[in-house]
RNA sequence: GCCCGGGUGGCGGAAUGGUAGACGCUUCGGACUUAAAAUCCGAUUUCCGCAAGGAAGUGUCGGUUCGAGCCCGGCCCCGGGCACCA
């Protein structure tokens, strides 16, 4: 044993309190878990969702999944692979910002300050993490390749910017997404919103809808998690049909539909209030209630247009277009259950098969025909309950009465098309990404706004950094376009500013740095000078930076890439450490990102493939999300409900290996369960007992702990068994009945009078990756050499394992009525005559006739009686 | 409304279609102690029984099977997601 091994504790008791910090300590002085580059051995990269490091410090559920993946790091390094197991913050974020505001403290300070506390607590639980490999998304050397990132998003023309109604947080001052906003409110604050016109950088997700949704496929994710992307991206296959109308000037109205087979009962039209065509198809007879509709619907939020919009309304045009399958006249109506951002925000609607058009036509007495019934149907139409959305064939269509529907979807979408009216169709639910928020705390956006003539001026010369059509906006009757920060400048800093308020026009604090703002800039160079000072030369052109910063989902979006080389200065990261780690291997976390976080980031790997920096096209091949951990109470754990339980007060009375025992044996990782304080006791029991067994008075190994001694064969068994199951159930994430299985081997031990010194190592083993300061402790009590954490993981004799006798069930159709041990291979005969002579089972076969034998060796003979 | 997941002792939970309740908590009894804590030993699904033993039992109703917590169908309850996407 060499170094470190001079004992620090002697004590004869389990004491957490020295043991744990001792062997966290020697693990960050030995940086005992280094990623090893061996690239002879196999590779294994677990993943945690990193953390926010919010100012309320760890919670029980951060330990959680990190334990469980702790777990399999420890356990893949024994199984000879070398382990990628990193750790980083996601530091951006409104928190943080919001303290700024208040304490007038620059947010970097309080981050950092967050992290240290955070960084504090994770260590205390002993995690196996590479922390040479930590990474911070504000810091600049890391968000320097968040932006760069976002320039080859810019150049590849899937950024894009785009004048569009969000939600306005007026007590913030500040702009919120979709995702931000629940029931109407702020999600953080809980703040009323409204709806409120703003430029925003949108990035083009859509472009990559398909393969996003295809990727899913190949998976190995949970169900639920590939669904619930599947239906946040939405593909629907339809047409896009035309409608004539009166006026031919106006061109053809557009719909989209899924069911173009209905389109013999489509009775009327809708378009959305936003329509562009509205105020065209609008008569002067109608024109006063139409505009006062859309007013009307303009003032509503979205929470009011969908969730208490029970009742639906609208307002007729005055206007008719005409069915291109009859010939007829439809009126069209103008209504907010069609929305403006899905399909064409037109509709023609088919009441007699939609149920929204059905409720529709039912209030404004509108016709209903129906055009499809089902298939065992026999009247023809008659008595069937409308509105019909099932499988049928089609009646009342000419031409195509009798088809299946399916079948009559694709002759109409096909005739359809051949006399230019229709095109097959495909629509997702899915929209682009908004990508930018009025707020100081997040990545710059690394673009400035130059004027028209300036534009085209450098243009040429920027070739490749330019999407193909430029990115512009229109402000007071000029045009400003986009022109990308150059790489060379990156990472283009955040600079101080007197408040962190947002300006309050809709812009973030940094429209108020007026020198940052408005510029001399070089376009070659990128190098920016104020504007108030004298143009450098000609070749500076004016330009206005952009005042926007990204979501705090950008940098979570590729930090994955970032842990394989997180000092790379060149390249996000190399090609070879790229090649070396690939992706991980198994990622865990909430199922609260379930949607965004993951849709995300795999459209910015695809993206990344797409350049040829990844070698994958989806990022996370195997996923797993730990399920959350209830108060005492089974309520989630909320500050207000004061049933949050700190991982910090447990540590301290339990220690942490007690804490990550009982944080997996609480019952199934994916599981929601509730916390019961008694239950760590249980966990601690153990662990004490085990070191009571274990170590002996003198602190050393315990007298009953015999090098070479003859283990007793039940004893072999169990332990045998115990390695078996725990490396089985450690692949599989079953951590509860792995810790079950290791007491059953803590109880076998106790009973036992003398246990082989291997014995007792290779249960250590085991123990490690669960509770890893104790069972290096105990493995040096035991004068074991090196460390527990490098011994490979022990294998188990199958031989061991298989008893030469066991208990064989005898049922009497079906029921239990007797057990006898048996030899193990025993033959049905002489079960049954086993059975036959079983003092208990006789009876229930008195007088009875024996009309079928079900033996299963080893499990139950069944006696079928009659 | 639609799509998922789940209902097992007082509690958390175990159970390749083959002894339901492993393991742990709780509670009760016993040992040790002046006493308590800790520890150790034992019991702990319900009902009947002094006992031996018997009967019932995995939300509910039915089905498949020699045998169902597990498979199939209906219903009830709980949790999660989506929600005018045509």
Redesign the pocket.
Known sequence: MAGFTQMVTEGKDYDFHEIEPRWQSFWEQQRSFRASEDAGKPKYYVLDMFPYPSGAGLHIGHPEGYTATDILARYKRARGFRVLHPMGWDAFGLPAEQHAVKTGTHPAANTQNNIANFRRQIKALGFSYDWDREVDTTDPRYFRWTQWIFLQLFRRGLAYVDERPVWWCPEMRTVLAN?EVVDGRSEVGGFAVERRNLRQWVLRITAYADRLLSGLEGLDWP??TK??QA??I?R?E?AEIDFGLEWPGLGPLT?????PDTLFGATYMVV?PEHALVDSLTTPAQRAAVDEYRRRAASKS?LE??????E??GVFTGSFAVNPANGQRIPIWVA?????????????A?PAH????F?FAKRYSLPVVAVVEPTDHSSNGHGLTLPYTGDGRLIHSDGYTGLAWQEAKRRITADLAQKGVARASV???L?DWLFSRQRYWGEPIPIVWVGEQDYRRVAASLGERLPKEPVSFSQDGALFYALPVPESVLPLELPPVQSYLPSGTGESALANVTDWVDIWYNPETGVGQPASGPRPSLQWVRARRETNTMPQWAGSCWYYLRYTDPADTRALASPEALQLWGVPDLYVGG??H??LHLLYARFWHKVLFDLGIVPTDEPFRKLFHQGMILGED?E?MSKSRGNVVSPDTLIASHGSDSLRLYLM????LE????W?P??I???H??L??LW?DLVGEDGRAHPKVVEGAEDAPEFQRVLHETLRKVGEDIEAM?F??A???M??L??AL??EVRVSRAAALSFLQVLAPFAPHFAEEVWERLGAPGRAADAPWPAFDAAKVAASE??L?F?V???????QLVPVGLAQEAAVALAGAHA?VTPFLEGKRVV?V?Y?PG??L?L?VA
């Open positions: 995702e169900d639920s669904r619930m239906s946040w939405g629907s339809g719909v989209f539909t899924t069911r959305a979205d247009r969908t969730d208490l919009a029970k639906k309304t907010d259950y069609v929305l403006t951002g899905y399909g064409t925000g037109a509709i023609m088919v939609d149920e929204r058009d409720e629509n997702y639910k929209r199922a609260e379930a949607v089974g989630k044996f609480l019952g199934p599981a929601m369960k509730p019961n008694r239950g006791e249980g966990v029991r153990f004490q007992k009571r079953r509860n009945t810790i079950s299985q007491m059953i803590g109880n106790h009973k066991v208990r069930v049922q159709n079906g029921k239990h009525r007797g057990d208990k079928k079900v299963v499990r139950i069944n079928v």
